[in-house]
């Protein structure tokens, strides 16, 4: 049975920055075509946050956490990463890692076929 794992979540201030992390087990990451993350803040729909194209180079972000967010990978660790910086009140919510297919419309759940449980990030103000 195939897990995603999100670590790293937790408390930080306004401005701050936090690196969540995905492992899985029961699969490399390595047989999924791409890798993102969403989001969701209590009373609102889970958003998407970005992704990563695990066998090439393409990220892709939302216009909320362009030039803030990074996603990389780590092969050897079978670890996909989202470091967050210049962290805002209204980055907080539970974030989730997810692993699919990929295909056209990469932000949209339809593509994406293993979720984690999530870790929840609250930034204060």
């Known amino acids: 049975q195939v897990q995603l794992i999100e670590s790293g979540g937790g408390l930080v201030q306004t401005g701050g920055s936090l690196r969540l992390a995905c492992t899985a087990s029961?699969?490399?990451?390595?047989?999924?075509?791409?890798v993102g993350w969403f989001r969701q803040s209590p009373g609102k729909e889970r958003e998407f946050v970005g992704a990563?194209?695990?066998?090439?180079?393409?990220?892709w972000y939302a216009d909320s956490v362009k030039g803030r967010f990074t996603i990389s990978r780590d092969n050897a660790k079978n670890t996909v990463y989202l470091q967050m910086n210049t962290l805002k009140p209204e980055d907080t919510a539970v974030y989730y890692c997810?692993?699919?297919?990929?295909?056209?419309?990469?932000?949209?759940?339809?593509?994406?076929?293993?979720w984690g449980q999530g870790t929840q990030v609250t930034v204060s103000s």
């Open positions: 997810a692993a699919g297919p990929g295909g056209t419309y990469i932000n949209h759940e339809s593509r994406y076929n293993t």
């Open positions: 029961g699969r490399t990451l390595g047989t999924y075509v791409v």
């Open positions: 990563i194209d695990w066998n090439g180079d393409n990220t």
